[in-house]
Nanobody, 127 residues
Framework: QVPLVESGGSLVQSGESLNLTCTVS????????IGWFRQAPGRAREGVSC????????YTADSVKGRFTISGDNAKKTVYLQMNDLNPEDTAIYYC????????????????????WGQGTQVTVSS
């Protein structure tokens, strides 16, 4: 079973919202945390938000704080990224990834600390 599968990306206009879904395999739920990253053309991969699966603690990048919210539903084996008030700078491929161990604080943005990555879902925001 594929560890992580993203969905929910789309083409939207500025100011609109999207809710991305990361479907997590049962084995991957044993991991410490799930993170959302994004990568725009010509730019480095950027950590967007992270959810610690055991504690429910969340971490969010300053660039999206107040607009993006991460949450999880263990019963549905999903982690969500609710994105509000989108703007063209949010255009990117969005990935979810699984970290095998903590801590998350101060480290969750390090992409090399994640073992598994999904294939990504495209988010495009038009002005």
């Amino acid at each position: 079973q594929v560890p992580l599968v993203e969905s929910g990306g789309s083409l939207v206009q500025s100011g609109e919202s999207l809710n991305l879904t990361c479907t997590v395999s049962p084995d991957t739920l044993n991991y410490h945390s799930i993170g959302w990253f994004r990568q725009a053309p010509g730019r480095a991969r950027e950590g967007v938000s992270c959810l610690s699966l055991g504690t429910g603690s969340t971490y969010t990048a300053d660039s999206v704080k107040g607009r993006f919210t991460i949450s999880g539903d263990n019963a549905k084996k999903t982690v969500y990224l609710q994105m509000n008030d989108l703007n063209p700078e949010d255009t990117a491929i969005y990935y979810c990834a699984a970290r095998p161990q903590g801590p998350d604080r101060g480290i969750w943005t390090h992409s090399d600390s994640y073992d598994y990555w999904g294939q990504g879902t495209q988010v495009t925001v038009s002005s």
